[in-house]
């Protein structure tokens, strides 16, 4: 493995040598920076937080053991030449090892059509009864929980965090610093295992489900037994945003600020002195306290947030409010709901002279309304501990930018944790290691990474272009197919949207073109008559939203951004993956 074309980077296992971007790419679109490699994965020797998180919660799922990882490097992640990657064979290995699932199943969550997947070749030790036992075990206790507790007690945890935020203005760098190590090192470990652990277990009611579904003939309703579930985490921000968007459309000074454009947005609504001014700056403070750790590449300490960059939200209120009342989240959230239980009582009395699939159907109809809303908690549980370590970090690198040490208060995240404490100690040394790794950052970004790679990845100088690869435009009567995301069939103007920050070719009806979906995106969803994804898998985020929201989605449509010609009239099949080209 070559070493010399980013900073940090780890070794690619010989017993579990099979790598894709598949699901982490979603978390990690870009090269990892070097103070994220040191959080999250390896410092100083150690494996630390998303490491030990997977090690943890796939032995809390009776996996593995213990013996199986090694102790020195990373086994279910990598980063290869800049980029995150997750370890495919140690998910398969799960399939392979747990009571009623395959090795194609796990495939087929991570991968769907995508070619170039290796075959699956059991490997010495591969099958052990006494773990399928004991991830039994698991299952049905999965299968029976009304609550999740841990889950609860983490959120009120992290919720605490940030009401007792210290104030960091009176803080020394080393102070916030220190804080910021301790909250990774002590804290993010737990609420990471609990991520992992409850997204394993959330795809066991899916498959229970799909299997039922499909033996009554009803494979189609698979997808909207999953929709209206209530209580999604990472939706909830949308509804906020919808809110304020109403009190902008029904106040004509509110709407004559925003129609002046996103430029300076902020600025004109601080400044405004009118009583509706007020109520949604009120409003608005209220969201980022709430919802601010929430935003683009989120789990990436170098990125802004909605609290760090209150632009980004600001362009998805923009859009919103253009939206008619029709569509509003709490409304076809209650669609959805309704459905879910209709069809699901349907289904139920399907099967009900079966009384083992009957008591199954029934226990998997009820863990999908724990689980799935449990792992969008997981995350946002995480997510909200890094935003703290985010501030943090951001205060230390503004401080140094007022001082003329650095360029950008992002900027100290492209050393790792050891090399910013010799900053700290040496404030301004390292401006020129900074500017290497920023171009050389910029040189990755540009390049298109391996999708997945078996043993050892091509080297970067093979790696095309982003902007020089060759698609074809699809033209009318074209069908590109992806995976189904959300149920329903919906038809608009295609609209291209490549940066969630600016969204304003996005009107309402539209179809939302994108070429990934974090927090960032998904309230561009409320407005949209329904969304295509170039990425993707069954419980990505933006599956699960869309689903909430009642939005007709498809995911992993490959090149979808560049094959989908902007503001081309086209049909959305959220039940079968198929989008059509209609008008150009």
């Known amino acids: 493995m070559k070493n010399?074309?980013?900073?940090?980077?780890?070794?690619?296992?010989?017993?579990?040598?099979?790598?894709?971007?598949?699901?982490?790419?979603e978390v990690f679109p870009d090269p990892v920076a070097p103070a994220s490699f040191s959080y999250a994965f390896s410092r100083d020797g150690l494996i630390k937080g998303s490491e030990l998180g997977f090690r943890e919660a796939y032995k809390k799922l009776g996996a593995f053991t213990e013996?199986?990882?090694?102790?020195?490097?990373c086994v279910f992640l990598g980063v290869h030449n800049g980029y995150a990657y997750l370890n495919a064979s140690m998910m398969r290995l799960l399939g392979h090892r747990a009571p009623g699932m395959t090795t194609e199943d796990i495939d087929s969550s991570f991968f769907g059509e995508a070619p170039g997947v290796p075959p699956y070749v059991e490997q010495p030790g591969g099958t052990r009864p006494e773990l399928t036992e004991k991830i039994g075990e698991v299952f049905g206790w999965a299968l029976s929980v009304e609550e999740l507790e841990e889950v609860s007690a983490d959120e009120a945890f992290v919720n605490n965090l940030?009401?007792?935020?210290?104030?960091?203005?009176?803080?020394?760098?080393?102070?916030?610093?220190?804080?910021?190590?301790?909250?990774?090192?002590n804290d993010f470990p737990r609420l990471f295992t609990q991520h992992i652990f409850i997204t394993g277990l959330a795809t066991l009611p899916v498959g229970i489900i799909t299997a039922v579904c499909e033996a009554v003939g009803k494979p189609e309703a698979t997808l909207r037994l999953m929709s209206g579930l209530g209580d999604v985490e990472s939706a909830a921000p949308s509804t906020a945003m919808w809110n304020m968007s109403r009190l902008i459309r029904d106040s004509s000074s509110l709407t004559a600020t925003f129609e002046n454009g996103l430029a300076g947005l902020e600025d004109r609504i601080n400044a405004s002195p009118s009583p509706d001014a007020t109520r949604l700056r009120e409003a608005f403070e209220k969201f980022l306290y709430s919802y601010g750790s929430r935003g683009p590449n989120e789990w990436e300490v170098r990125c802004s947030t909605w609290e760090t960059d209150p632009h980004i939200a600001l362009a998805a209120i923009d859009r919103m409010r253009l939206a008619d009342d029709a569509v509003a989240p709490v409304l076809r959230n209650a669609v959805r709901a309704e459905e879910r239980e209709v069809l699901g009582a349907e289904i139920a009395a399907m099967v009900e002279a079966d009384p083992e699939t009957h008591g199954q159907f029934l226990a998997a109809f009820n863990a999908a309304s724990v689980f799935m809303p449990g792992r969008e908690r997981t995350k946002t549980n995480c997510v909200k501990l890094i935003q703290e370590i985010r501030v943090m970090a951001r205060e230390v690198g503004r401080r140094a930018v007022e001082r003329g040490d650095l360029e950008a208060a992002e900027d100290l995240t492209f050393l790792t944790v050891a090399e910013q404490e010799d900053e700290l100690a040496n404030p301004g040394s390292s401006k020129a290691i900074i500017a290497q790794r920023k171009a050389r950052f910029n040189e990755l970004t540009a390049l298109e990474e391996p999708f997945l790679f078996v043993h050892e990845q091509a080297h970067p100088d093979t790696w095309p272009r982003r902007d020089a690869i060759a698609t074809n435009i699809a033209e009318v009567g074209d069908t590109l197919q992806g995976l189904p995301g959300c149920p329903g069939i919906a038809r608009g103007r295609a609209r291209v949207v490549l940066n969630s920050a600016d969204p304003t070719n996005l009107g309402p009806g539209d179809i939302l073109i994108a070429p990934i979906t974090d927090p960032s995106w998904t309230p561009l969803f409320v407005a949209a008559g329904g969304v295509v994804v170039n990425v993707g898998a069954p419980l990505s985020h933006a599956i699960i939203v869309s689903r909430?929201?009642?939005?007709?989605?498809?995911?992993?449509?490959?090149?979808?951004?560049?094959?989908?010609p902007d503001g081309a009239l086209i049909e959305v099949n959220g039940d079968t993956g198929a989008v059509t080209i209609l008008e150009v």
């Open 4 to 25: 010399d074309t980013w900073v940090v980077s780890t070794q690619v296992r010989e017993r579990f040598p099979f790598y894709t971007r598949a699901n982490i790419g």
């Open 162 to 185: 940030r009401a007792e935020r210290p104030d960091i203005a009176t803080m020394t760098d080393q102070q916030l610093h220190e804080r910021s190590q301790a909250l990774f090192d």
């Open 548 to 564: 909430e929201l009642g939005i007709p989605c498809c995911v992993s449509v490959t090149n979808a951004t560049s094959t989908i």
């Open 67 to 73: 013996d199986e990882y090694d102790p020195d490097n």
